[in-house]
């Protein structure tokens, strides 16, 4: 068994203190860092996909419903940064590569979300304005029909992170009741 919790206070603490964020909630595969304005939070989906899922975002606006956390590779794109074609397949099937994988999305973490953590002027609605862009971009008929039926599959097999997945690739064409269900879904993973 992983110890996860372990793992992402190690690499991630001091990161979080830097940021002043403290820990908030700590399971075996979620942990949540937060103040009384920003969050990050770290997912490892050791049952089905075995996924390390690194995001965060305002708290006001994700309590609210209105905003869903950003994650890692979301920021990576915005930046342009090449490392986006390296993360989005750390599987960690050891304690050891667990905790590799933490140290180096704990570097990627600093290096390009840095001045998000530390909610410095104009990030946030950087990453808001790249956000709507993409997905402006990426809607047309074929390719939402696609990803309702791959999120429809996905909550059918109980894959929360699949159902996520999918309907994040068309968040600026959601009806408010798909918003809502991909809202329920994030927190269902971080609640449990």
């Known amino acids: ?66 905003e869903r956390p950003f994650g890692l590779i979301e920021i990576l794109k915005m ?44 990030e946030f609605q950087a990453l808001v304005a790249y956000r709507k862009n993409e997905c402006m971009n990426r809607a047309n008929p074929k390719d939402m029909r696609a990803a309702r039926a791959e999120a429809k599959d996905a909550m059918t097999k109980g894959d929360y992170f699949g159902f996520i997945k999918a309907l994040r690739s068309i968040e600026s064409v959601l009806t408010a009741g798909e918003r809502q269900n991909l809202l329920l879904a994030e927190k269902k993973i971080l609640w449990g």
Do not use: C, W
């Open 79 to 122: 930046r342009a940064s090449p490392e986006v074609n390296y993360i989005s397949g750390f599987r960690p099937m050891s304690q050891e590569t667990l905790v590799q994988s933490l140290e180096h999305l704990r570097l990627l973490t600093e290096k390009f979300a840095g001045k998000l953590l530390r909610n410095e002027d104009g």
């Open 1 to 66: 068994m992983f110890q996860f919790e372990k793992a992402v206070s190690e690499k991630f603490d001091s990161l979080a203190t830097e940021a002043g964020l403290k820990v908030s909630l700590s399971q075996p595969s979620a942990m949540r860092y937060e103040n009384d304005n920003i969050f990050l939070q770290i997912f490892f989906d050791h049952k089905k996909t075995s996924v390390l899922i690194v995001e965060l975002g305002h708290r006001a606006a994700f309590e609210m419903q209105s």
